[in-house]
């Protein structure tokens, strides 16, 4: 039992609720905001490893006391390891998740708080509640309680891009949230057969009914809940058919607002991913959908991305497009390759998170997005230029940032899992991407300035400048040591294989 | 009856879906289209709970003089049922947000088309010149 | 006997909700296969559910779109 994995999601939602009652006193909002926000990060480091139950209904073999009045047709059966609660699991992986997350999720509420003129509002709150939904959605060991808050992150996903006062975002967030009410109830379809499969909701339990013959693993039932489950997945993770919704959400929301949002896809992508990988690895195809899909995503959305002249577009498609090496890590299905996949969506979270704030200047300094009509930002902000530049060397992994580390680590796993034709696909895009950003930039920082183009005069905000290094040390740092991230992560992809 | 009334219900259940899907995705009057959500959600909904259904059972609540095992045996299952509760209101809520927007979008476009609203904005940010020069 | 009367009506009354034109008769008639589900709840022994769905889906989902109706067209557009 531990009293302080609940609270990564109750503190948030409680700091959500308490914004709501200072609407309009802005001082007061502001440094409760951030204040809950430093601590979202340094929870996760102060936990212990292990599991909490909610309620305290532990399995019933962790508690003897309970188990002796209750008879033999339910002690001696698999009823006895079955978990009757809501389970929170939280190990190293989730610690680093969780960190990584809060991390984020701190810079982007530090550089909203600082950009936009009044921070009391529902853009706080609905920001706080997407990183409760999200948190519980690492954390959860219940696959009903997943869907949940999956519906929950949607909904804030929708309320985010509507506070943010951009050009057609309502259509969009209807339109994302039309799509999203056909996939939900298709993910809950699927759940509610893995529920009539194996009566269960407990993700352990189910792996433990189908890995222990108490179910029959090549129930035809089973199969149409994998194909369910994966559809909710690619909704949520916004992998093709849904890539050009998912790249529109983030063109539709504010920088800051983007910056969270991808962070909720990416960790999405990892949680449903490593929950489809437990559950249905036995059947030989969904590994190689995995990896079809994402080659497919990386493919469309770069490709895509070259095609576009708003630059949110431009990040948002290279931020989809990106997915796609977590989803090769994972669907390969080795040790190493899971490892890999895993730490690319650390890095991809940090990276694109960067490029958003990053590219979030431009938009303060000129309320323009078209690279047609921008140029010559380089002589206004020199500093901030070479940030901006730094990240996109950080996506496109070039050695000492991090991105280099995994993408050198899912080219190792993907030829010792003898499919090197994935390596030379993700060595093609890397570069595909690299020259995709350095078009945008080019057009937007080094072209000479058109004469239509006016500049406001403010100086970006020092918060703005803060996150936009803290990210680049932690580029730095991951890429330098990139065992800091491996060796919680380890861990977990052991116990997959 | 030729069919059990567990097998006509997860029929029903079926059938309010695809009638839902079919809303949804071919029906171009967006009010509309939120009806076909919600009878997606309610077919999903009505799938669950049928689930639980024991035939010839009893409601799941545990009176005094009955047995455990006696109880495990006939009792409908109510784990699903749980789940439907949440999902309910989680739906309605959903449709809530839906529909204010969809109010919102009226006022601005004075349609309530899903052709007019939700395609033109697509039209407007894919740029006319794909290979522009930079 | 009732519960396939019941399965009946919940589809029935779907197709009927969506093929009227008149979208606030569309609203109201929303609420047959809600109040059909209910009763059918009530018959597949969940008898608590059955009374939140009776809430939900004939008095509150009704109201919504009858709301949203009014608030925009009555008429479908052509």
């Given amino acids: ?497 | 009856m030729i069919i059990d009334p567990q097998l006509g219900s997860f029929f029903t259940a079926g059938a309010l879906i695809i009638i839902g899907l079919f809303a949804a995705l071919f029906i171009d009057n967006l009010i509309k289209k939120v009806i076909g959500l919600l009878f997606i959600a309610d077919g999903v909904n009505l799938f669950i709970v049928t689930m639980g259904y024991k035939a010839g059972g009893i409601v799941y609540v545990f009176l005094p003089g009955m047995t455990v095992d006696w109880f495990a045996q006939n009792a409908s299952y109510p784990l699903p049922f749980a789940l439907v509760l949440t999902s309910i209101v989680i739906g309605a809520s959903t449709l809530a947000v839906m529909l204010s927007l969809i109010i919102i979008l009226y006022k601005k476009h004075g349609s309530i088309k899903a052709s007019k609203i939700l395609g033109e904005k697509g039209n407007q940010t894919q740029s006319k010149t794909p290979g522009d020069k930079i | 006997m009732i519960e396939y009367i019941l399965m009946i009506v919940a589809v029935l009354g779907a197709v009927i909700a969506l093929t009227q034109r008149d979208l606030l008769k569309t609203a109201i008639l929303t609420g047959i296969p809600g109040a059909a589900i209910a009763f059918l709840f009530q018959f597949l022994l969940a008898p608590d559910v059955a009374l939140t769905q009776a809430i939900v889906g004939t008095a509150i989902v009704p109201v919504f779109f009858a709301l949203a109706v009014k608030k925009t067209l009555r008429m479908e557009e052509e």
């Fill in chain 1, 1 to 497: 039992m531990n009293p302080l994995i609940p609270l990564m999601v109750i503190i948030p939602i409680a700091c959500a609720l308490i914004l709501n009652l200072f609407h309009t006193k802005d001082r007061t909002v502001k440094i409760i905001a951030i204040i809950i926000a430093i601590i979202l990060p340094s929870i996760p480091l102060f936990t212990n490893y292990g599991y909490h139950y909610f309620g305290g209904y532990a399995p019933l073999i962790e508690n003897p006391a309970l188990a002796q009045g209750l008879p033999v047709s339910i002690t001696a059966s698999a009823l006895n390891v079955f978990h009757p609660a809501i389970t929170y699991y939280f190990g190293s992986a989730q610690q680093i998740f969780m960190v990584v997350l809060g991390i984020i999720a701190f810079l982007a509420i530090l550089t909203s708080l600082s950009e936009t003129r009044k921070p009391s509002g529902v853009y706080a709150f609905l920001m706080f509640m997407g990183v409760a939904s999200m948190s519980a959605i690492i954390l959860t060991d219940d696959i009903f309680n997943l869907y949940v808050f999956f519906e929950i992150i949607a909904v804030t996903q929708v309320g985010i891009v509507v506070a943010s006062k951009v050009k057609g975002n309502m259509e969009t967030a209807l339109k994302y949230m039309i799509i999203g009410s056909i996939a939900s109830p298709l993910l809950l379809l699927g759940v509610a057969l893995l529920l009539g499969v194996t009566g269960n909701v407990n993700i352990t339990d189910i792996i433990y009914s189908i890995k222990t013959g108490l179910v029959n693993p090549q129930s035809p039932v089973l199969l149409m809940a994998c194909g369910l489950i994966i559809f909710g997945w690619l909704y949520a993770a916004g992998l093709p058919p849904f890539h050009t919704i998912k790249s529109e959400i983030y063109s539709r929301a504010l920088p800051h607002g983007a910056a969270l949002l991808q962070a909720f896809s990416v960790f999405t992508l990892v949680a449903i991913g490593l929950i489809i990988i437990k559950i249905f690895a036995f059947f030989p195809f969904a590994n190689v959908f995995i990896v079809g899909i994402s080659v497919i995503a990386m493919i469309l959305s770069i490709t895509m991305a070259l095609m576009q002249t708003d630059f949110k577009r431009i990040i948002g498609f290279l931020a989809v497009g990106e997915l796609g090496y977590i989803g090769i890590g994972l669907g390969l299905g080795t040790a190493a390759s899971i490892t890999a996949g895993l730490f690319q969506a650390i890095n991809e979270a940090i990276i694109t998170a960067f490029l958003f704030i990053g590219f979030g200047t431009i938009l303060y300094k000129t309320r323009e997005s078209d690279i047609r009509k921008l140029g010559g930002i380089m002589v206004e902000m020199p500093k901030v230029t070479l940030l901006v530049l730094l990240s996109g060397l950080a996506m496109a992994g070039v050695p000492p940032l991090n991105a280099f580390q995994s993408k050198l680590m899912l080219i190792q796993s993907s030829l010792s899992a003898g499919v090197p034709e994935l390596g030379i696909i993700m060595i093609l895009l890397s570069i595909v991407t690299f020259m995709t950003f350095m078009k945008a930039f080019y057009a937007i920082y080094m072209r000479p300035k058109p004469s239509t183009l006016k500049i406001i005069d403010s100086n970006i905000p020092k918060a703005t400048i803060f996150s936009l290094v803290v990210f680049l040390i932690l580029c730095i740092i991951l890429g330098l040591f990139p065992q800091i991230a491996t060796s919680y992560l380890q861990p977990l992809a052991n116990s997959l294989i």
